[in-house]
């Protein structure tokens, strides 16, 4: 029984920041209909940026995230207004090839910057773990799952309840129209992506110090990230929270009760069964982005 | 207020505009008439700036407004209330009627329309956190039409209003575009319904492949033999 709650503990923390990463990727999917093969490397990204941050910066630890979430969002606004703005409108294929290629240069500018050799982000809270109910957590994962949880209700509170939000749900919904209705809808894309970004750095900020930083650590994040989308259905936001806690789930009671050397095949399990038996996802409704 | 010249636009190598003139004085109701097809909705997305014109002026108010962005030709005064109701489907009402007012930044003077909006349309305020997409197509169009005069628009286009919808919606439809119109807005409308629009329009052009053909008062085109064999049956 302590065991059982002990991986529910852990699932609740990693399924934070799946869900940070889902909710990036399917709402640039969704308003954009980008498949955004860049998400990988801008989640290494946000766990270098808060590495370069609390070490060379010197910056606190509590500083350091939100600079790497902002670094996220500009480096998604400076991918979107470069490389997809002036693709608008070409092939998929095209668009596909080059945020590829985005990726691949951001992984190896990582790998030839910061060399190959994994780094550890220095964590300002106390080693020893609270304990609860025969249930242990580190303080730091503790704040992960925080962080998590308020980044998460920041995004439906944006969405939802803001003017950029309602714009983003209108443009998603029928693009000409909100043109109609006076939205700069190129504006609402670069805005979309800077954002959907920011949350996959965000993301690797929060999971960054649990483990350690190095420059392929965003290949097995974008797998799990789309098996995440898949899972709760592509575009939709509360979809893609409960895909990364249930993905998260999957992992750690995969890895806790079948064997741990199948943890990370469990996204890609999924990614079959969602497709063999529900290609929309499981979560598909009528209702997208919001 | 709206004159257009020798307007020209066309999708690829196809032109669907081939050299379109009309005139909108302040206060008219104008129509469009003509076949599917015939450019009539494309010269009201021209005119809104969804699509670039290649050749020709559109001035408003003196202004030339041809190929400017949508948001800046709403700002001047320009609503287009689009073919197919186009409402955010999976948006409440309520949103659907803040997205028309998108632009504006007076927030007091916006509540008042809403209010004005939820009384001039009752079936609107009882569904008013309904989405959209639930509504029947009446009701549908009552928020098209709400929404595209929450700008506070000058010029209000409207782009075959009573399409799919039942005759006496469409009665009720076509009389609250007769009621904007009568309350101090400008209208041009867009009907494939073209009894009914030439008997509401006070002049009415003729539009055929991409081309003005005809144009008058409304019961000068009713009489028109063109007009009554292609358009109104016989």
Known sequence: ?290 | MLEIRDLECGYGPVAALKGISLDVGEGELVALIGANGAGKSTTLRTISGLVKPRAGTIRFRREDIAGADPARILSLGIAHCPEGRRVFPYMSVADNLAMGAYLRKDPIQVREDYDRVYSDFPRLAERRHQSAGTLSGGEQQMLAIGRALMSRPKLVMFDEPSLGLAPTIVEQTLRIIKAIRDGGATVLLVEQNAFAALELCDHAYLIETGRVVKRGLGPELIADPHVREAYLGG
């Open chain 1, 1 to 290: 029984m302590d065991q059982f709650l002990q991986h529910l503990v852990n699932a609740m923390v990693l399924g934070g920041a799946y869900a940070l990463l889902g909710i990036g990727l399917t709402l640039i999917f969704g308003i954009m209909n980008v498949v955004n093969f860049t998400h990988g490397a801008l989640y290494t990204f946000g766990a270098y940026a808060m590495y370069l941050a609390s070490t060379a910066l010197g910056m606190n630890f509590f500083l350091a995230l939100p600079f790497a979430i902002v670094a996220g969002l500009a480096l998604g606004a400076l991918l979107e207004l470069t490389l997809l703005r002036p693709l608008r409108g070409a092939d998929i294929d095209t668009t596909m090839l080059v945020m590829i290629g985005a990726g691949i240069i951001l992984q190896s500018g990582t790998l030839w910057i910061f060399g190959g050799v994994a780094k550890a982000i220095p964590s300002p809270f106390p080693d020893a773990p609270l304990q609860f109910a025969g249930v242990s957590i580190s303080w730091l994962r503790l704040f992960v799952l925080l962080a998590a949880a308020a980044l998460i209700a920041l995004a439906y509170a944006m969405i939802n309840g803001t003017r950029l939000g309602r714009a983003m749900r209108a443009t998603f919904q029928d693009a000409d129209t909100a043109a109609l209705m006076g939205v700069n809808v190129r504006l609402i894309y670069t805005a979309t992506f800077a954002l959907g970004s920011s949350f996959a750095a965000a993301a690797g900020a929060l999971l960054g110090p649990v483990y350690v930083v190095f420059p392929q650590m965003g290949d097995l994040a974008a797998v799990k990230a789309f098996a995440i989308v898949i899972l709760g259905g592509l575009g939709s936001i509360a979809g893609a929270t409960i895909g990364g806690f249930v993905l998260a789930l999957a992992e750690e009671f995969g890895a806790g009760y079948v064997s741990s050397g199948y943890r990370d095949a469990m996204g890609f399990l999924i990614i079959i069964a969602v497709l063999l038996m529900k290609p929309t996802g499981l979560f598909a409704r009528a209702e997208r982005v919001g």
